[in-house]
């Protein structure tokens, strides 16, 4: 079992930055792809971004393709999301997502991964 926990949503400005943080339980976090998810109101669950075990490999969804960046720090069992540019259409509950799967082409797919955290809100105003 994997416990996560978002932290770093919040109300802010367009054109901020943002970091936000997903801290996990256990000892085997390295060994999970690890992905950042959003859902605005009335919306579908939509992908964010993806990174591999080792952080070797990271996806984007097209709408934050250069503006946001997915690391991870094996070694604090957490994984970041950032942007330094907000736009009022970030406006979402941002939740993270482990998989124990290899990263593959299903890396943006709700159901590749097994656990979830509860969401932090993300409210951007312009």
């Known amino acids: 079992q994997v416990q996560l926990v978002e932290s770093g949503g919040g109300l802010m400005q367009a054109g901020a930055s943002l970091r936000l943080a997903c801290a996990a339980s256990g000892r085997t976090f390295s060994s999970y792809v690890m992905g950042w998810f959003r859902q605005a109101p009335g919306k579908e669950r939509e992908f964010v971004a993806a990174?591999?075990?080792?952080?070797?490999?990271?996806s984007y969804a097209d709408s934050v393709k250069g503006r946001f960046t997915i690391s991870r720090d094996n070694t604090k069992n957490t994984v970041y999301l950032q942007t330094n540019s907000l736009k009022p259409e970030d406006t979402a509950v941002y939740y993270c997502a482990a998989s124990p799967k290899f990263f593959r082409d299903t890396y943006a797919s709700i159901p590749m991964y097994d656990y979830w955290g509860r969401g932090t809100q993300v409210t951007v105003s312009s």
């Open positions: 990174i591999s075990r080792n952080g070797g490999i990271r």
